[in-house]
């Protein structure tokens, strides 16, 4: 009998490792350029992409069924729900002052 | 090839199937661990949405050097996790056992740079509360206090994730996983690699923010 699961050769694991150093490197380097508002948007696009990477390979839901892609997308589309109602308040307090204020 | 005793549940129909919801119910359980940590990370955006001056401030006392280095360990030890997965996948039972104990070896030294930061934060003043640091920024307690609860839980994660680890060892080293029957190694390393993931986010949250200005 097969095992179950997809196997991913040390080789290729050995390069998504070098990849996410790289990128650590990368991000510890661009944190010291002024980019003025894109400095966290550069940071965090890096660490998505590092996330990503380690979810896809690490975590093997590049190789699981359409079932372990949901559960593991649930997740992070509600979290996207948790950052986007508090942040649509938080915002944009104070943007448009009721006139008679 | 199963081994001496594969530990089919008897409501599964087959190994694959059983695997495959040991794996689902996994991902269903960091989904809450997502959420978990997301409510950290919101309180975060908020609070640096509103002082943004006194974080970038506070966040230049973190060791960027320490922090960097402790990305790499990490990440390592999910080098190292995954490798352990592979030996299982492949039955290599000593590789298995020499992985799992390099993962928990790179995992300690995590743990062990973190303390070593936490006792400079500690002598430095910068633990919110009635003896923190005169010379701050005033909202700088709150971008502490976010920084030891959000490492002080990604730390508590892989305390419990070392233990975890450490029975895995004494279970491969004793023959109990096979290439049909890994998934206690296999939804661990899953846990292993979602707390990596926790601090992949914290590290440019906490370490970074301040270093341009």
Known sequence: ?101 | MAGDAYPLKHHFDDPAQQTHAATLGMWAFLATEVLFFGGLFTAYAVYRSSYPGAFAEASRHLDVTLGTINTGVLIGSSLTMALAVWAAQTGRRRDQVLYLVLTILLGSVFLGIKVVEYGHKFHEHLVPGPHFSGSEPAHAQIFFSLYFVMTGMHALHMVIGIVLLAILAVRAGRGRFSPVYYSPVEVTGLYWHFVDIVWIFLFPMLYLIGLHA
């Open chain 1, 1 to 101: 009998m097969s095992a179950p699961g997809h196997v991913i050769s040390p080789r290729f694991y050995l390069l998504i490792f070098g990849s996410l150093l790289g990128l650590t490197l990368l991000t510890t380097a661009i944190a010291y350029l002024d980019l003025g508002p894109f400095n966290p948007v550069v940071a965090l696009t890096i660490a998505c992409v590092k996330a990503v990477l380690v979810v896809l390979f690490f975590m093997h839901v590049k190789y699981g069924s359409r079932l372990i892609w949901v559960a593991a997308a649930s997740g992070f589309f509600w979290l996207n729900i948790l950052f986007v109602e508090t942040l649509m308040d938080y915002l944009t307090r104070g943007l448009l002052a009721p006139a008679d204020w």
